[in-house]
């Protein structure tokens, strides 16, 4: 009965501020068959995608990690009503050194709750509220790329400490 309650749930599951499974139906399905089209040279990994209101208009958002050379890459897909968003695709290099890169794979995509304030200072164009989410990029070496959705760029957009 729980499995079956939280099925239920889950079109609630924004609104009562917990994070979803992602479907693993027709959206999920849809979201890789679009990026495997529009990227063709990149594999993306279903198993890494992670569902949760990430802008705070209580539809469910998508995020996948892809593989491409030497370079990680992040699809996120906001949620809609009706229709599809195109997918906003960030990358991110593999290998030491890099600011805008992780140390080494494996990584982690992992949900967290959007906090707009780093201790260092606000996030540009962050906005909290009850379920909104926010993403993590982790590998165990270097420090995690932290993502958010900024309203003032309408684009997931990341920073780390």
Not at 8 to 16: D, G, Y
């Amino acid at each position: 009965m729980v499995g079956g309650l939280f099925t239920l749930l889950c079109p609630l599951a924004p609104r009562l501020g917990m994070a979803a499974p992602c479907p693993d139906g027709a959206a999920a399905t849809q979201t890789l068959s679009d990026l495997a089209h529009s990227a063709k040279d990149v594999r993306w990994d279903s198993t890494s995608m992670v569902c949760a209101d990430f802008n705070g208009d209580g539809v469910l958002d998508q995020a996948v990690l892809g593989y491409r050379d030497h370079t990680l890459l992040l699809a996120v897909r906001r949620g809609r009503k009706q229709g599809r968003h195109v997918p906003q695709i960030l990358e991110f290099a593999i290998g030491g050194g890099v600011q805008e890169g992780v140390c080494t794979l494996p990584v982690t995509l992992t949900l967290r709750d959007l906090a707009c304030d780093t201790g260092d200072g606000l996030l540009p164009g962050c906005k909290a509220g009850k379920g909104v989410k926010a993403l993590s990029i982790q590998d165990g070496e270097c420090d995690p790329i932290n993502l958010y959705w900024s309203h003032e760029d309408r684009a997931m957009l990341w920073w780390r400490y």
